[in-house]
């Protein structure tokens, strides 16, 4: 089973970046992404669903936007209007409840800085 996202870095705020996550391996369809800041909770940041459709966390509306490549299994997360607020590590994985997810990969890191 691997989870392997990656695109993460170091931008200023304002900024954009594009994260990749592709899931090989296992039956894991990853169609959402999640974030964990220093000393925070993990958290949900947005999904897609079978049908395409799209939701995200209010912190996040208006500048993120989530899609899936079915025939990479794949899912991207386009960053824009980056803030240092989200800072933070990113995974992707399936949607669900995050205590009820045993793994994770090893998520990219992104840092905005003010």
């Known amino acids: 089973v691997q989870l392997q996202a990656s695109g993460g870095g170091f931008v200023q705020a304002g900024g954009s970046l594009r994260l990749s996550c592709v899931a090989s391996g296992s039956s894991i369809v990853p169609r959402a992404w999640y974030r964990q800041a220093p000393g925070k909770q993990r958290e949900l940041v947005a999904f897609?669903?079978?049908?395409?459709?799209?939701n995200y966390a209010d912190s996040v509306k208006g500048r993120f936007t989530i899609s899936r490549d079915n025939a990479k299994n794949t899912v991207y997360l386009q960053m824009n209007s980056l803030k240092p607020e989200d800072t933070a590590v990113y995974y992707c994985?399936?949607?669900?409840?995050?205590?009820?997810?045993?793994?994770w990969g090893q998520g990219t890191e992104v840092t905005v800085s003010s």
């Open positions: 897609i669903n079978s049908s395409g459709n799209t």
């Open positions: 994985n399936r949607l669900d409840t995050i205590g009820s997810i045993r793994y």
